[in-house]
């Protein structure tokens, strides 16, 4: 059974960092691409950030270029997600998600249960 | 950015009834469209790619339709279980982008 389990949310301060995982199992990690993507509060969906299945290819939202760093880790099966200088609008639940091509331009056909990130002073 | 809008973003309707929600793209993204349902609470799951295929194990009650920059999400028959917020997404460009989502609530 495909399972993505992300951790490392929390209450962070203005001004902090954080790192977000997503840990993967039952199917092969490095066969596909992986995204994060946010939903803050009573709000829509947003796309944070995308890494190719081999952890070569990355993008970002234009709110996060420059703060967060995408990674993953093909041997663990494990996505990252490297927050820095968090802002009050970074405050959203957020979700790992499976994009079943390689390169990063199809689908989210499998998400996580998402992980609470609130930044608050 | 290629931006996405859905219309409505908000309707009323009955079980039974015949339900199309629309979305739009600012720029052509051929068939790159993906569609899906979230409930409250709940992670996103996905019901259409590339347009028009239905994802394994959604009801064929689903359809998606349209190319370039028009595309419909159409429930044929609503049920209750299909009272959701649902949103139309590009993987066509760089940076992805969802549409604002519509809610589809019991009338």
């Known amino acids: 059974e495909v399972q993505l389990l992300e951790s490392g949310g929390g209450l962070i301060q203005p001004g902090g960092s954080l790192r977000l995982s997503c840990a993967a199992s039952?199917?092969?990690?490095?066969?596909?691409?992986m995204s994060w993507v946010r939903q803050a509060p009573g709000k829509g969906l947003e796309w944070v950030s995308g890494i190719g299945a081999r952890g070569i290819s990355t993008y970002y939202a234009g709110s996060v270029k420059g703060r967060f760093t995408i990674s993953r880790d093909n041997s663990k099966s494990t996505l990252y997600l490297q927050m820095n200088s968090l802002r009050a609008d970074d405050r959203a639940v957020y979700y790992c998600?499976?994009?079943?091509?390689?390169?990063?331009?199809?689908?989210?056909?499998?998400w996580g249960q998402g992980t609470v990130l609130t930044v608050s002073s | 950015d290629t931006q996405m809008t859905q219309s409505p973003s908000s309707l009323s309707a009955a079980v039974g009834d015949r339900v199309t929600i629309t979305c739009r793209a600012s720029q052509s993204i051929s068939n790159y469209l993906h569609w899906y349902q979230q409930k409250p609470g709940r992670a996103p799951k996905l019901l259409i790619y590339a347009a028009s295929s239905l994802q394994s194990g959604v009801p064929s009650r689903f359809s998606g339709s349209g190319s370039g920059t028009h595309f419909t999400l159409t429930i044929s028959s609503l049920q209750p279980e299909d009272f959701a917020t649902y949103y139309c997404?590009?993987?066509?460009?760089?940076?992805?982008?969802f549409g604002q989502g519509t809610k589809v609530e019991i009338k």
């Open positions: 998600a499976r994009d079943p091509s390689r390169t990063g331009d199809g689908p989210f056909d499998r």
């Open positions: 997404q590009q993987s066509y460009t760089a940076p992805r982008t």
């Open positions: 039952g199917f092969t990690f490095s066969s596909f691409a």
